[in-house]
């Protein structure tokens, strides 16, 4: 965490200790993050820890990381529907098609 590169681990969590940060391993499988946009960062088999310094907690995740786009959106499932008259499982498939309001609405009337 500190980069003080051969210290005894046991030492470096003493240290820590009387600095007053508490530092937890997480065994975790995999890390996903949900942005904003829709789109999603995936971890998977992370190194995980939580940190806890002066009342804050905090995590630190490394690992392999890949991005996957943003998904169907609810809005655009329901303006699909409204156009079209067709059921919500009929639209998310042709959504999940073709990846375009414009095209799914004309595919499904």
């Known amino acids: 965490m ?7 681990p ?7 200790k009387q600095l007053g940060i508490k530092q937890e ?7 996903i993050i949900e942005k904003n946009d ?14 806890i310094m ?4 905090s995590w630190q995740i490394s690992g392999n990381a890949r991005e996957e786009e943003e ?3 609810e809005e655009d499932v329901q303006l699909v529907m409204e156009k079209t008259g ?3 499982k009929e639209v998310r ?8 309001i414009a095209e799914a609405i004309i595919k499904l009337e």
Do not use: Y
């Not at 002066?54 to 907690?57: A, I, L, R």
């Open 2 to 8: 500190f980069g003080l590169g051969g210290m005894d």
């Open 10 to 16: 046991k030492k470096m969590q003493g240290m820590m």
């Open 25 to 31: 391993e997480i065994d975790a499988k995999r890390v």
């Open 38 to 51: 829709g789109g999603k960062i995936i971890i998977e088999e992370p190194s995980v820890a939580k940190i």
């Open 54 to 57: 002066q009342g804050q907690e």
């Open 71 to 73: 998904g169907i959106r």
């Open 86 to 88: 067709k059921s919500e």
């Open 93 to 100: 498939k042709v959504l999940e098609e073709t990846n375009d």
